[in-house]
């Protein structure tokens, strides 16, 4: 498995449209995590998001000691969808473009192919991760500097707990684009289906529960999009007022961990149940 791990590695550093999709949820993230709330703050008018929010409150979100809230906080939806269409990209690109027959005939196993590829998405995604974070940081950083505020900084395990958060459910929408491109042996498909789930039916199902059917409550919480908004509410410590779409406290923190834990493997085990009795053509 390490060599395909390694070839997958490879082909990951050298395709344009996983830097594209890395390069759109690190500008999304700096222009609504950053750049709107402080425009909001300098200029005094409101927007979307700084209205109604004093302005101190606004110059406070865009500090240092909330750089963890603006880094995951997008994670439930748009970077969510985003790895979603990285994983059904390098998966079902395989399949359109006729190279993993050949692939299976240098050596590897269906299983042992199949590994390696979800490794090396789930070490990239990792690498997206950071990467937003290290973004995130500077901008932080820099406006601190010009509005000569404090830089307190949130604590190592609050950081370390962050990151393994929100690199826990961008792996979950990754791995989803993963087997949804195994089932349906393309990419146009399975991305559309997911886009939809993630941006449209989770909230729509969402709103349709809480204002008319209350008692439906437990299948909407039960759904991957709910855990993981849950999962970055719990990590971050945000308030509610506060919390971007898609992040919320429908279930506790414990709970939303196991339950993105337990789609993730559901997830890979379809997808390896699926590659190895499905014909590869």
Known sequence: ?????????????KRSAVWVLFGAGLILSVIFGYLLPYLGYVTGDGNQQTDGI????????????????????????FAGALALVLGAIVIGGEYTWGTLKTILTQRPGRSTLLGGQLLGLLTLVAVWVLGIFVACALCSIGIAAAENAPMDWPGPLALLKGLAGGWLVLSLWCLAGAVLAVAFRNVALPIGLGVVWILGIETLLAGVVSSLLPDLEVLSDALPGANAGALMFSVTGMSTADAPPGVRDAVSGDRALLTVLGYAAVFVVLAVVTTRRRDVS
């Open 54 to 77: 004093p302005r101190a409150e606004v110059l406070r979100g865009v500090l240092p000691e909330r750089v963890m809230d603006n880094t995951i906080g997008g994670f439930p939806v």
């Open 1 to 13: 498995m390490l060599g395909s791990y390694r070839a997958e590695l490879l082909k990951l550093r």
